[in-house]
């Protein structure tokens, strides 16, 4: 379904029926990344799966998307269908955006999982590597894709799902350069929100990769062990809904079940 936000048309999904789960992807993915989880959970909860700003089916708002703005995107939505509050799931730039959205709307928020993610901020090294990124994407979007998408994965699994792989790839290749860039240029100015992690009086719990190539596992696991959250492991990389599939599906009904 289309909802029309400030001109520009936002793609969203609703099924099934019970407390509402909000499903939000991350950088170069989609909302159609959650299929397989949405298939195992919207026979007992209303599922809402959305394509964030510059993603997707969803139109990009300029060359700046910040995690606020696709927050405000997401809240849209829900008030197009009339929800007030929600469990809120999101995947490395969905975690961020559902990060922002626990700031700016606390009331919103029943539950909070990140998914190989981090409420932490870009350090500078990383700032540059986006810098980097945006050059590369200006130059030829197509190549910085295809390096993109396998570099999610744990080197260990990149054979076993070449499929998934070229899946998210084709996905991915439709996206406009407006919308790589704008999601970059946001994530790298994004806010330290690990004192509104650490607040949070709703059901919180990060799901981490221990051979995540994107986030530095043992730094993060250190760093979060102040934040009074649940942290759940698993073996792979970055996208544990493909590399962890039982078992994400497993801690996930878990999460939503409180």
Same mark, same amino acid.
């Given at each position: 379904?289309?909802?029309?936000?400030?001109?520009?048309?936002?793609?969203?999904?609703?099924?099934?029926?019970?407390?509402?789960?909000?499903?939000?992807?991350?950088?170069?993915?989609?909302?159609?990344?959650?299929?397989d989880l949405v298939a195992e959970i919207k026979n007992s909860h209303r599922?809402?799966?959305?394509?964030?700003?510059?993603?997707?089916?969803?139109?990009?708002?300029?060359?700046?998307?910040?995690?606020?703005?696709?927050?405000?995107a997401v809240v849209s939505v829900l008030d197009h269908l009339k929800i007030k509050n929600?469990? *809120? $799931?999101?995947? @490395?730039?969905?975690?961020?955006? +559902?990060?922002?959205?626990? =700031?700016?709307?606390? #009331?919103?928020?029943?539950?909070?999982?990140?998914?190989?993610?981090?409420?932490?901020?870009?350090?500078?090294?990383?700032?540059?590597?986006?810098?980097?990124?945006?050059?590369?994407?200006?130059?030829?979007?197509?190549? *910085? $894709?295809?390096? @993109?998408?396998?570099?999610?994965? +744990?080197?260990?699994?990149? =054979?076993?799902?070449? #499929?998934?792989?070229?899946?998210?790839?084709?996905?991915?290749?439709?996206?406009?350069?407006?919308?790589?860039?704008?999601?970059?240029?946001?994530?790298?100015?994004?806010?330290?929100?690990?004192?509104?992690?650490?607040?949070?009086?709703?059901?919180?719990?990060?799901?981490?990769?221990?051979?995540?190539?994107?986030?530095?596992?043992?730094?993060?696991?250190?760093?979060?062990?102040?934040?009074?959250?649940?942290?759940?492991?698993?073996?792979?990389?970055?996208?544990?809904?493909?590399?962890?599939?039982?078992?994400?599906?497993?801690?996930?009904?878990?999460?939503?079940?409180?």
């Amino acid at each position: 379904m289309i909802l029309e936000y400030k001109n520009s048309p936002i793609f969203y999904t609703d099924v099934g029926r019970g407390k509402a789960v909000v499903l939000l992807h991350g950088f170069l993915e989609n909302s159609s990344m959650w299929q397989d989880l949405v298939a195992e959970i919207k026979n007992s909860h209303r599922i809402i799966t959305i394509d964030l700003l510059g993603h997707g089916k969803t139109g990009c708002l300029g060359y700046l998307h910040t995690m606020e703005m696709m927050a405000d995107a997401v809240v849209s939505v829900l008030d197009h269908l009339k929800i007030k509050n929600s469990f *809120f $799931i999101g995947h @490395s730039m969905g975690g961020y955006v +559902s990060l922002a959205l626990a =700031e700016l709307y606390p #009331e919103r928020v029943y539950g909070l999982c990140l998914m190989n993610s981090t409420p932490f901020p870009d350090s500078l090294d990383r700032q540059m590597n986006r810098d980097r990124a945006i050059k590369v994407v200006k130059q030829n979007s197509k190549n *910085f $894709i295809r390096m @993109s998408i396998s570099n999610l994965f +744990s080197p260990d699994n990149r =054979e076993q799902f070449v #499929e998934e792989i070229e899946y998210i790839r084709l996905e991915a290749m439709d996206m406009p350069v407006q919308g790589i860039v704008a999601a970059l240029e946001g994530m790298k100015i994004r806010k330290d929100r690990s004192q509104v992690l650490k607040a949070m009086e709703a059901h919180k719990m990060i799901i981490l990769g221990q051979k995540d190539p994107v986030l530095e596992f043992d730094d993060l696991k250190l760093q979060l062990a102040e934040l009074e959250l649940d942290i759940v492991e698993f073996r792979g990389g970055h996208m544990s809904h493909i590399e962890n599939k039982c078992e994400f599906t497993y801690f996930i009904k878990r999460f939503i079940e409180n």
